[in-house]
C-alpha cells in the first residue's frame, strides 16, 4: 500500500494565483483532513470530511476549498492565493474520527510558497 | 480554545544522553497522542495513551499520561541520532470529535 500520497511536493505560486493539492489513500479509510503546518503554530486544522459527499471546516477554512467526489480523493483547493497562505501542507487520513483518537496517517506534505 | 503546551521547543543533546519532553495543558483529554516527524515527511504515531496514570514503553522511550488526563511526558534513554526529529503531542476529545488539538512541538537533535 502507499499509504497517504501527496502532490506536488514543492510549489511555487504568484499572489492571486489559484492551484489545487492533490491528495490520495489507498486504506479505505472514511476520514480525511487537511492541516497547514506553521513555524512556531504547530499544525492547524484546515477542512476535514467523514466521507464521500461530506466536508466541513477546521480551525482556519478561509481561502480554501475541499470537495471529496469519491473515498480515495481529497484534493485541497486554493482560490486565489495569498502570501499568508506560504506553509507546508499536510493530508491525513484514518479509520474513524481524529478526535476520538484514532490514529492518523499523513502524506509527505506539499511545501507551498507563495510571492 | 484548548491548548496544548510543549516543552522545550528546541533540545540538542549528545548521544548518550537522557532527555524529557513535556506537554501540558489545563484541559482534560479522553486520550493523547505522540507522533515524531522527521524533516520532509509527515507525523507517524508513536503511541496513543488514553488511561489516566498510563505508561507505554517502546524500546527507549516511556510515554506517561497524567492521572488527570491533563499532561504527559515524553522519556527517551539513551538518546541517539535517530530520534533526531520533532515531536508533537496531540489531544483527542473524545468520542463524536472531529478534531486533535495540537501542541507546537520539540525540536530534538542528536549529536553523534
Known amino acids: 500500500n502507499a499509504g497517504v500520497t501527496q502532490t506536488p511536493k514543492f510549489q511555487v505560486l504568484k499572489t492571486g494565483q489559484s492551484m489545487t493539492l492533490q491528495c490520495a489513500q489507498d486504506?479505505?479509510?472514511?476520514?480525511m483532513s487537511w492541516y497547514r503546518q506553521d513555524p512556531g503554530m504547530g499544525l492547524r486544522l484546515i477542512h476535514y470530511?467523514?466521507?464521500?459527499?461530506?466536508?466541513d471546516q477546521g480551525e482556519v477554512p478561509n481561502g480554501y476549498n475541499v470537495s471529496r467526489s469519491t473515498t480515495e480523493d481529497f484534493p485541497l483547493r486554493l482560490l486565489s492565493a495569498a502570501p499568508s497562505q506560504t506553509s507546508v501542507y499536510f493530508c491525513a487520513s484514518s479509520e474513524d474520527l481524529a478526535g476520538a483518537g484514532n490514529e492518523q496517517f499523513f502524506g509527505p506534505g506539499t511545501r507551498l510558497t507563495v510571492l | 480554545t484548548q491548548l496544548l503546551e510543549q516543552s522545550p521547543q528546541f533540545l540538542s543533546i549528545q548521544e548518550g544522553e537522557n532527555l524529557t519532553v513535556y506537554c501540558n495543558s489545563s484541559?482534560?483529554?479522553?486520550?493523547l497522542q505522540w507522533y515524531r516527524q522527521e524533516p520532509g515527511e509527515g507525523p507517524v504515531l508513536l503511541v496513543t495513551?488514553?488511561?489516566?496514570?498510563e505508561v507505554k514503553k517502546l524500546k527507549r522511550l516511556t510515554f506517561q499520561f497524567g492521572d488527570a488526563r491533563k499532561d504527559s511526558s515524553l522519556h527517551i534513554t539513551a538518546a541517539q541520532p535517530g530520534d533526531t526529529g520533532l515531536y508533537l503531542c496531540?489531544?483527542?476529545?473524545?468520542?463524536?470529535?472531529?478534531?486533535?488539538?495540537f501542541g507546537k512541538g520539540t525540536k530534538l537533535s542528536v549529536i553523534p
Open positions: 495513551v488514553v488511561t489516566g496514570g
Open positions: 470530511s467523514v466521507g464521500a459527499g461530506i466536508t
Open positions: 484541559s482534560v483529554f479522553s486520550s
Open positions: 496531540a489531544g483527542a476529545h473524545g468520542a463524536g470529535s472531529y478534531q486533535l488539538t
Open positions: 486504506m479505505n479509510h472514511e476520514y
